[in-house]
Structures are given as C-alpha cells and as structure tokens.
C-alpha cells in the first residue's frame, strides 16, 4: 500500500511559468513533508518541508502548500527556471525516528 | 556545513572482489543512514546507525555489511555482489530520532560485473 503517492510521472513547464507539483499521502499520523530534488546519478537535495501543523510554508521560489483534511500537498515553484528540470520526491515522516516514506517521484521538464 | 561526503563517485567492481563506500559528515548528526537508489525510483532505505550503534536493517543480504567507527563516519563493506546490486548508494545524516532532517551525500555509483 503506497501511503505517499506522486500520480503525476512527468510535468513539461515553460520557462518562467508556475511549476505545480502534487502529492497525496493516505497515513494522517504523518507530521512532516518534504520535498527533494534529484538530478540523474547525484543524491537527493532537500528543497523545502512543512510541519502538519501549518499549510504554508515558502522559501524564495519555492512554496509548499498543505491540506490536511484532503490528504494532499504541492509544491510551487515560481517563475521556472531551466536548472529547475529535475526529479522531485515527496517524503513523509510520522512522529520521532528514522523512516522517510516516498513517493516515487515526478520528473520536472521545463522548457525554454 | 550541510555536508555529507561520499567516496567514490564511482565503483566498478567484480563479484568476488571486496570493496568499501566511505560516508563522513560533520554536522554534529547522531544518526547516519545508507540507501540504495535504482533509476527513476526512490531511495530504499538499508541501515540506519543511532549513536553508532545499528539501530536498523531493513532485511539486507549479508554481502552488505555497514560499519560506523565514530559519530562522523559511516562506511559499507562490499563482498560478492551481484550484478543486480548495481545502483546509486546514497549515505544519509540526521538529527537523532528526526527523519525530517535528512541530508543525503552525493552518492556513489556502483557497477557490479
């Protein structure tokens, strides 16, 4: 049972428009997101994250919206910028410990 | 700093031969994490080490064999892989007991012939 899902494999932006990520999550002990940015053959860049207790939370370019009571958060990105093409990873954690639970993933195209 | 170091970059190995990942960090991060990553999918946890000590194994093969000797250091011994093992091996730290602080190294890719 996948609890983080990412249902969207491949987004194609214009450079300079918004980039709308999605992701659902089924578990509602989860506290924490975030978001990770992966190019081909290099580990994973934390991006941005979110406490369960908020629904906002921005940091220049980047905003992750949370809605708790439908299972879903996004991430922003605006304006899209060329070195934005990347893989992005959503993850959750539940409560104190060590397990990240992903999502498998969105491939960012952004198009000049 | 929020560092995480890895060595190699890239490892080519045969399936008798034994070699080692290296992962050091110098964030003060009591918990140190190896993932395994195939192509388009995402990271599967392998070991997690709390206060050097294993605290996780999520039912690995005895040809990995993880090793913490300080609080900055994570290494993976590697002995008779398979080609199938072939993957990103990613080496992750954290505050203790707060997944959400993750950082990942850049990670080692590894071919097994």
């Known amino acids: 049972d996948q609890q983080v899902k990412q249902n969207s494999p491949s987004l194609s932006v214009q450079e300079g428009r918004i980039s709308i990520l999605n992701c659902d999550y089924t578990n509602s002990m989860f506290d924490y997101f975030l978001w990770y940015k992966k190019y081909p053959a290099e580990g994973p860049t934390f991006l941005i994250s979110?406490?369960?207790i908020k629904d906002k939370n921005e940091d220049g370019r980047f905003t992750v919206f949370l809605n708790k009571s439908a299972k879903h958060l996004s991430l922003h990105i605006v304006p899209s910028q060329p070195g934005d093409s990347a893989v992005y990873f959503c993850a959750a954690s539940a409560g104190s410990g060590y397990q990240l639970i992903w999502g498998a993933g969105t491939k960012l195209i952004i198009k000049p | 700093d929020t560092e995480v170091t890895q060595t190699p970059k890239h490892l080519v190995m045969g399936m008798t031969n034994k070699k080692s990942l290296k992962c050091e960090q110098h964030?003060?991060?009591?918990?140190m994490y190896w993932y395994k990553q195939k192509a388009k999918k995402p990271p599967e946890l392998m070991f997690v080490y709390s206060y050097e000590k294993l605290s996780i194994n999520e039912s690995v093969p005895s040809r990995f064999s993880p090793e913490c000797p300080n609080s900055s250091l994570l290494n993976l011994h590697l002995h008779a892989l398979q080609p199938e093992d072939s993957a990103l091996y990613l080496c992750a730290s954290s505050q203790e007991g707060q997944a959400e602080t993750q950082y990942f190294g850049p990670g080692t890719r590894l071919l097994v012939l």
């Open positions: 964030m003060g991060h009591r918990a």
């Open positions: 979110i406490s369960s």
